[in-house]
């Protein structure tokens, strides 16, 4: 397990080690596989994640998973892929990991263009579902790797959908470590748009949650087509009944399948006091990730990194926890088909309400205190 | 471009640049008397910070009513920091200075780490999202008691430096180091005095600073830097020249942000940096050393 | 042949067979430490020789990293005539910080800001251009890994450790010229006491643009060797205040102004830094933030109690028929 738990990714990482966590012990059960972690912290740090994905694979390591940042998540595939130890990719979503033309390195992730794609089309679900009609959004996005890439697919994307007739009022990037966003938010709301679309991280969030109402600002609804921040514990503990009604279209975990149900409870034992709903993306696809490598080990029925990445490419697994088609390697070993969630924050949980077949709850949009 | 829209985001940034100010002040005392690079200044206030998040969620104070105790503890930290430590390296060479002010930085800044974990915490005081109407002015509640603690403690410092003899002294040593020996001021103490003002007023600068911000341990560094942003635009030893410095940079970031992308506003402040420190490297108000 | 000729000897064959004996974590380790043993150098021909403290000097690293790996990207041109295009780049920058800092007469800690901020306006600068990857980054395609392709500079981790062995020898070499020669006199003069160097008719700027080239140049070079070896660059870790802090933490605790306190010095930290995570690890102590911790009290250290740096007390314990000062 190769992750940020210290660096200013540190939270990220500790929650994704969680996911990392209960897997044993949920995979001895249903698979009767033993497996055993070992940790590594990258430290935020590029050069850190490629010597401790080393130090991990002299260890004895047969497989790494990692890394969230892809950045370093970059880096530990240049050394997986030398090496020949498979690499399963937990969270990242630069396009380009897939792209190298890697052996070792698989991924059960959405890339960047694929959360656009997703997220906006579930936006337009929404729109059709609730019956509301915004004609403008304003589109605000945190300045760094992941929210460049957001922000180049939306752009990209957005004036092509017709059944998503919005005019972009304004766009507006911010510094990610920005602790003052009195301006941009000053500046997207004398857009006067029907929508704001957002593409953030935790921190940014709340601050422009914050500022949005002390500036009064309501708009029809604070969307995010694909980023973190507005589902996560922090965000709702941190502003309360603001908090409510926010939207993400995230990737998430499928509330009513059977192996969520099992992590929950795993989870539940591990973490008394904390809910599944909180860690839903950095969870569930850290948990899926050591899930193929247990699979691939059972199927395999060898330590040796080259049978096991043999059968990684193999793997086909119909019953998993997060959204989507089943989990299938590409020949770049790309997952396809990863299904995305409208998600949305109803009585301070996150609570899927989109795709219909696996909602908790219905959207409620516009935003009560939305005035035209 | 709307006028209001202007006015509102230049009154935040005065307001925002204010509490800069004071925090620049603090740098610009240390550096104009000790000639010590406090490159700890931003890790000094994230801790402060946290000494009042932590008083909120004890004690349910306040920041602004814990300011005065965070105040006081400061300064006896700055004063400790600078007798025991500092000192020794005030004739050594600008990078030993820089080393050993960054090492103290980032054992600071991990044990805040260690002790408060990497989440962000802030508090939520009852007026937290309260704004007032004046006009066409929407002003921030938390961030006007915030500017207004800042002014009040500068005006504080101000009163004291120029006024009481303790003031004086410490002017003296900065301004003519072999005169203030040969007059037989008590030089380290007079230091060590300044060293906790500067950080008394970096805890004032942090408690309003939480009413705005939420503090992780990484927030250090770049306060630090605007820091001293703000103290070389200024002017060094000038205190007057931190507070305008502050507004300055305050009232120019927000401009920027709002005329172009607000990513790049942190390329203005620099920009300024770079364009004081070729043009008048004393700063605005300072005296050319 | 002396016993200073067989330690050198030895030495030597084992720098040279050390992949074929250590594993690859600690080739790793190895390519890292000489990787900042070279920019550390680099560095301290600027801050130990002439006197300038830098501390943006992931701007030269940085510039030299992009210039070459926008080659590769773009028009897939390779390292060796990439490095000669970095270089050019980092010298206009170079010049241009230099001769406007020391034509305006700014030195000390202004200096020192001022190289911070051109870093962090470099910085911003970068995130926001699209052709050169803006904050998304820019990922350079890597060939192959199995053998040693020395045109593009693609192969197995030991075609680095080689590659920035040479870069550290040869900038060793290089600075050991330099100190010896004129130009390591006017630097040491001016380091001293700079109104006693231009009263003795040195041209003061002159030289001291000339530090600032050539640990540009230098840096540059080792950039170039980044980008070929990280293959990804973001300018949010390239041209980082942290990266700057890196490159001179290795000739801060080693020695400014030595010619070995730098490799030393790397060496030192880098061991320091895996020695706690592993000291750490034994005791199971798993809390974030601890290593940096010990490692800050580590620097603090250093810096109090050995403040020509580690080498030169080392240097001075061993030598002792020869205590003379590194120069």
């Given amino acids: 397990m190769l992750l940020p738990r210290s660096g200013f990714q540190g939270f990220i990482g500790q929650s994704c080690q969680k996911g990392a966590d209960l897997a044993p012990g949920v995979l001895r059960e249903l698979l009767g596989v033993d497996i055993e972690l070992m940790n590594a912290d990258t430290e935020t740090n590029v050069d850190t994640a490629r010597t401790r994905a080393e130090r991990l694979i002299q260890e004895g390591a047969h497989v790494l998973v990692g890394a969230f940042d892809s950045g370093q998540t970059a880096a530990v595939a240049q050394v997986a892929e030398q090496r020949g130890v498979p690499l399963i990719v937990n969270i990242a979503a630069a396009p380009q990991i897939t792209e190298q033309g890697y052996r070792f390195v698989f991924r059960n992730f959405q890339t960047a263009p694929e959360i656009v794609k997703n997220g906006l089309s579930l936006i337009g679900d929404l729109l059709s579902s609730t019956g509301a009609e915004p004609k403008s959004a304003v589109f605000m996005h945190v300045n760094d790797t992941f929210g460049q890439a957001m922000a180049k697919g939306i752009l990209a994307t957005l004036p092509g959908l017709t059944q998503l007739p919005l005019r972009l009022a304004d766009t507006i990037s911010y510094d990610p470590a920005a602790k003052d966003l009195t301006v941009e938010v000053s500046r997207a709301k004398a857009a006067k748009a029907d929508l704001l679309l957002l593409v953030c991280r935790l921190n940014d969030a709340i601050l422009l949650r914050r500022e949005m109402v002390k500036q009064r600002w309501q708009p029809m609804g604070v969307l995010s087509p694909g980023s973190p921040g507005m589902y996560e514990q922090q965000f709702i503990q941190a502003l309360g009944k603001h908090a409510e009604h926010c939207i993400s279209n995230v990737p998430w975990y499928n509330p009513k399948a059977e192996l969520t149900r099992r992590v929950e409870q795993a989870f539940l034992r591990q973490n008394p006091k904390d809910r599944l709903v909180f860690h839903g993306l950095n969870v569930g696809f850290t948990f899926e990730a050591v899930l193929v490598a247990a699979d691939a080990f059972r199927r395999a029925q060898s330590v040796d990194p080259r049978a096991l990445a043999e059968a990684i490419r193999q793997t086909h697994i119909e019953s998993k926890m997060m959204l989507g088609a089943p989990i299938k390697f590409n020949a770049k070993g790309q997952v396809e088909g990863i299904g995305s969630a409208c998600v949305q924050n109803l009585n301070q949980m996150p609570r899927v309400v989109l795709p219909a077949a696996a909602a908790e709850a219905k959207p409620v949009f516009p935003m009560p205190g939305y005035k035209a | ?289 | 042949m002396s016993a200073r000729q067989a330690a050198l000897g030895l030495g030597a064959l084992a720098l040279l067979g050390f992949p074929q004996l250590a594993g690859a974590y600690a080739l790793s380790l190895a390519t890292l430490v000489l990787y900042l043993a070279t920019t550390g150098q680099a560095w301290n021909l600027m801050m130990g020789f002439a006197g300038q403290l830098s501390l943006g000097h992931a701007l030269y690293v940085g510039i030299g990293a992009y210039s070459a790996g926008a080659l590769f990207f773009h028009f897939g041109i390779g390292p060796w005539i990439g490095v000669w295009v970095a270089i050019a780049c980092s010298l206009s920058v170079a010049l241009l910080l230099g001769g406007l800092a020391f034509r305006f007469g700014i030195s000390g800690v202004y200096f020192a800001l001022l190289t911070i901020a051109f870093a962090e306006f470099t910085r911003v600068a970068f995130d926001h251009s699209d052709w050169l990857g803006g904050p998304g980054g820019m990922f350079l395609e890597v060939g192959q890994r199995d053998h040693w392709d020395l045109v593009h500079f693609r192969g197995p981790p030991s075609l680095y450790y080689y590659a920035a062995l040479g870069l550290a020898l040869g900038t060793l070499g290089l600075c050991t010229w330099l100190s010896r020669g004129r130009a390591g006199y006017y630097w040491r003069a001016i380091r001293e006491d700079e109104a006693a160097a231009q009263a003795l008719g040195i041209d003061t700027f002159r030289w001291k643009l000339l530090a600032v080239l050539a640990s540009s140049a230098i840096s540059a070079t080792s950039g170039v060797f980044l980008a070929f070896y990280q293959n990804n660059l973001f300018p949010e870790q390239v041209f980082h205040i942290s990266r700057s802090i890196e490159i001179l933490l290795g000739p801060v605790i080693g020695g400014v102004g030595t010619l070995l306190g730098p490799i030393f010095g790397s060496l030192l930290l880098t061991l320091l830094s895996d020695g706690a995570t592993e000291l750490l690890g034994a005791l199971g102590w798993e809390l974030p933030g601890t290593k940096q911790v010990l490692y800050g009290l580590a620097l603090l250290c250093v810096v109090v109690f050995l403040p020509n740096g580690v080498w030169p007390a080392l240097y001075q314990a061993w030598g002792r028929r020869r205590p003379r000062l590194p120069p």
């Fill in chain 2, 1 to 289: 471009m709307p006028v209001e829209l202007i006015l509102n985001v230049v009154l935040s940034g005065v307001l925002t640049g204010l509490v800069y100010g004071l925090m620049a002040l603090g740098l610009s005392v240390i550096f104009g008397v000790v000639r010590v690079v406090n490159f700890a200044h931003g890790e000094l206030m994230t801790l402060s910070m946290y000494g009042a998040v932590a008083m909120f969620q004890r004690f349910g104070l306040d920041p602004l009513l814990s300011l005065p105790a965070l105040a006081l503890c400061f300064f006896g930290l700055g004063y400790a920091l600078q007798s025991l430590l500092i000192q020794r390296f005030v004739t050594r060479p600008e990078h030993s200075q820089f080393m050993l002010l960054l090492a103290v930085a980032v054992c600071l800044a991990n044990a805040q780490l260690m002790l408060f974990g990497p989440d962000a915490r802030n508090v939520s005081v009852d007026y937290q999202l309260d704004s007032l109407e004046l006009g066409p002015l929407l002003i921030d509640v938390p961030r006007l008691y915030a500017g207004g603690a800042a002014l009040c403690a500068s005006l504080a410092m101000f009163a004291f430096f120029r006024h009481s003899r303790v003031g004086k002294a410490i002017r003296a040593c900065a301004d003519n180091y072999r005169g203030a020996q040969v007059v037989g001021l008590p030089i380290r103490r007079l230091y060590a005095l300044t060293f906790g003002l500067g950080c008394a007023c970096v805890a004032v600068a942090g408690c309003a600073l939480t009413l705005l911000v939420d503090v992780t341990p990484a927030l250090g560094p770049a306060y630090t830097l605007l820091g001293f942003v703000i103290v070389i635009v200024g002017g060094l030893g000038s205190m007057l020249g931190a507070l305008l410095g502050g507004l300055l940079i305050g009232v120019s970031e927000a401009l920027a942000g709002l005329l172009l992308t607000p990513s790049a506003k942190s390329m203005v402040s620099f920009g300024l940096l770079i364009l004081v420190l070729l043009s008048r490297p004393q700063g605005l108000l300072g005296r050319r050393a």
